[in-house]
Every structure is written in structure tokens, then in C-alpha cells.
């Protein structure tokens, strides 16, 4: 059982990193004019504003989340790490699917 929840939690955290990882690129891959309008920086929302709301406001994107500011062999840093999540889901698949054989 204990395999089981951590595959879960595993899961689930490789998951929400996924999922932001993959937000970003999709930012990043948004025509100039598609671009949502820039908002106050992390440091500024997290002095003023609770967790929830800084979360909420950096999952709705702001302008400069489409700036590439790195690539290696053409690829962005976002997507260079929504690959190394998908490589890290590996992990716990494979202790849920071996605990759901054994």
C-alpha cells in the first residue's frame, strides 16, 4: 500500500511540474499579439499578495514567460525540463504498474 501512495504523490508532483512546464511552452509558442500583458514580478507578488493568488497569477502567464531567453539544440529551457518531467513519470509508472501486477 505503501508503494501505491507514494507512486501516487510521486506522480502528482512530476504531474503539476509537467503541467507548468508544458503552460510555459505553450506561452512560448503564442503568436507576439496572443501574448498575455506582462505583469508586477515574483519577488513584488510574494511581498504583497498570498501564495494562492501569486500561484494563481503566475499559472495565468504574464508577457515575459514567452521570452526565450535560452535554447540548446533548439529547443527552450521549458521544454528542455517538461522532457526531463516526462522522464521522471517513468518512476513512478513503473512502481504502479508493477504493484498493480504483483
Not at 498570498?50 to 529547443?75: H, K, R, Y
Request: negative net charge.
Amino acid at each position: 500500500m505503501g508503494k501505491v501512495i507514494y507512486g501516487l504523490l510521486s506522480l502528482a508532483a512530476v504531474g503539476t511540474g509537467a503541467f507548468i512546464a508544458g503552460r510555459h511552452v505553450w506561452l512560448q509558442g503564442l503568436p507576439a499579439d496572443e501574448v498575455p500583458s506582462c505583469g508586477p514580478g515574483l519577488d513584488y507578488m510574494m511581498d504583497i499578495l498570498p501564495m494562492q493568488d501569486v500561484v494563481a497569477m503566475v499559472l495565468t502567464g504574464s508577457g515575459e514567460c514567452a521570452n526565450i531567453d535560452f535554447s540548446l539544440l533548439g529547443l527552450s529551457l521549458p521544454a528542455w525540463t517538461l522532457i526531463g518531467f516526462a522522464i521522471l513519470a517513468i518512476a513512478p509508472l513503473r512502481m504502479l504498474l508493477m504493484k498493480s501486477r504483483g
